[in-house]
């Protein structure tokens, strides 16, 4: 019976982590968690409450690392796993390393960024390296990344498995209308249409600030349009204050943070979602989301998209950094509402096909054993 410790930082709440604890529940595998943090978290509220065993390590900054490290290294060595699996750079820095030093022989991270080292913090890549190195799997979002990894950063190809998100189905599936009509009083009062959903932090790569200018032309032919930008947080605000000006204060709504994620995705008429370059997403979680929710979709390419989405097919593609073309493509989709829905049940029929969790937890297992 495998013992499989994950190592996770600066997390929060995850529902990805509870629905892979659910999952192993009553399994051959037995989970434990260590926590790296600087303080309670819902995710370590929801495993005390499954009597899942979980140790919480202070974190806070990279200054925590060598205690951190320590802790986590006389964690391994009490608890006797058999398996690592570390989550987030910090945690693969700390987890791996504590894991090697106490002679854990499976070691696995998943790689969660894609280029930001290489582009931002070139300094920092002689860690991503370590990792690739201390591990004995690395689990990878896409398989673009495995193939970077690989020829980029000299990872072995033996230790590459292709592992996407799996996603819980029925949470999309049994969606409660009245939460639905209680987010749309929320944000949608005057029940206006088309509503165009956006849900990307705001920086430059996600792209946010060519939909913007789409939007606006989209204004003269539905003057009552709603855009709502979801998850609108980051270092690109001051830019993208200054285009949303240029849209009247009733035709667009800013939420900071919405919890219930997948009943915000079906107060959409449609989505748009379209990072500037092809790896500019590590994953891309959104497309998947909004897919499930069943939305018609407009995208640029990025990330775990490459390997499913299809022009014409399951959303509307258009090129990297072009509002026309944005605009040219949710008119499309709002005059021909017969050809939306036909892509959008695609879309849905695309992922559940292909990032159900019990895909995902499959491969794990083998993993593991």
Partial sequence: MPKVTYIISKIDKALAFEWIAESFRNTETQLSFILLNASETELERYLLAQNIPVKRIFFESKKDIPL??????????????DVVHCHLFEASIIGLYAAKWASIRRRVYTRHHFLYHWEENPKAVKY????????????????????????????KPEKIHFIPHGFK?????????????????????????????????WVEEKGVQYIIPAFKQLLQDYPDAKLLLANAKGIFKPQIETLLQNIPAKNYHIIDFEPDIAVLYNIFDLYVHVPTGKDKEPFGQTYIEALLAKKPCVFTVSGIAESFIRQNENALVVPYQNSEAIYLACKHLLKNTDFAKKLAQNGYNSVIQLFSLENMIQKLKNIYA
Avoid at 68 to 81: D, E, G, I, M, S
């Fill in 169 to 201: 189905l029925d949470i999309w599936q049994n969606i409660s209308q009245n939460a639905v009509q209680a987010l749309k009083a929320k944000y949608n009062p005057e029940n206006q249409y088309p509503v165009v959903g956006v849900i990307a932090r």
């Fill in 68 to 81: 951190a490290t320590l802790k986590t290294y006389q964690t391994l060595k009490k608890w006797k796993p």
């Fill in 128 to 155: 991503d390296i370590w990792c690739n190195q201390w591990a004995t799997d690395i689990v990878t979002l896409t398989e673009s990344m495995g193939k970077f990894l690989v020829e980029k950063e000299k990872a």
